[in-house]
């Protein structure tokens, strides 16, 4: 059995946006960088050859929040963590909470990972006038990418939803939920953990603190707290790790959380 330690090795994860390039990702050995916006290549494992094709939203307009059409910059540094942090990364179950147009996902998937990707469904107009919405896109990303060594799919999930949460854990009962930078609206907050607290799996957030009042902080006081969560109504979850995440440009400065829910049994 490969260990995650040797798995950047030898595996090149190629992956092209289809319509709009906003970022791009390289690896050498074990480290993945912001390279240009011309080509992306991921060095993974010893799994052989994949390639993942996206569409990226970045004219797309729309009346909600759009903010996950476009590829976040945290997502190349935050794969080859989760890679890292995962146990075993085949067979894994995945539930993205922050799936956007795929990338992290789908890229999971491609490493033998089975992956949930979920979106509320906002009405979105894209480059070309055409009405679709945001879970239609990121199915569409989902389907370009139809060789994969594990599985993918989207799924409806808006945070909040308790009964939608509790109808897709019914069928799917994650190891680990993850999340990439969607903590900039706290208004979010509450609906974000109300969802965490049904779906009761470890947590690899990815986290970048934008505001001088550093308000996501708020996030892990509501979860954290035992008291705080209760007062909500809330699942509390304990620190299991946190890591800062070597991007780039360090100002915001960005930081991984492995958060465990109490009462985990695993």
């Known amino acids: 059995k490969m260990s995650n330690s040797s798995s950047f090795k030898g595996f090149f994860l190629l992956i092209h946006y289809a319509v709009y390039l906003v970022t791009s990702f390289d690896v050498t050995g074990r480290r993945i960088y912001v390279r240009d916006k011309e080509k992306t290549s991921i060095v993974i494992g010893e799994l052989g050859l994949r390639e993942i094709r996206l569409a990226d939203g970045n004219s797309a307009t729309a009346a909600g929040d759009i903010f996950g059409l476009r590829c976040s910059q945290m997502a190349p540094v935050f794969l080859e963590h989760i890679v890292k942090t995962l146990p075993s990364v085949q067979g894994q179950k995945i539930l993205d909470l922050s799936a956007g147009t795929g990338a992290i996902g789908i890229a999971l998937a491609a490493l033998g990972c089975d992956a949930v990707l979920t979106d509320p ?21 989902v389907d370009r990418n139809p060789c994969l060594a594990g599985t993918a799919c989207a799924k409806k999930l808006g945070w909040g939803d308790q009964e939608a949460a509790k109808a897709l854990t019914a069928h799917f009962h994650p190891d680990f939920v993850i999340a990439c930078d969607l903590l900039y609206n706290p208004e979010s907050h509450l609906a974000l953990a109300r969802t965490l607290s ?5 947590i690899l957030l990815a986290v970048r603190f934008r505001r001088k009042d550093k ?36 100002i915001p400065s960005a930081y991984a ?7 985990h049994t695993h």
């Open 215 to 250: 308000r996501e902080h708020a996030f892990f006081d509501l979860i954290l707290n035992q008291e705080t969560a209760r007062k909500h109504n809330l699942r509390p979850f304990s620190l299991v790790d946190k890591v800062q995440l070597p991007v780039e440009d360090q």
């Open 121 to 141: 469904e906002t009405p979105i107009i894209l480059d070309n006038k055409e009405h679709s919405t945001t879970l239609e896109f990121l199915q569409a990303n």
């Open 257 to 263: 959380y492995h958060l465990k829910p109490f009462y």
């Open 198 to 202: 049904i779906l009761a799996a470890p």
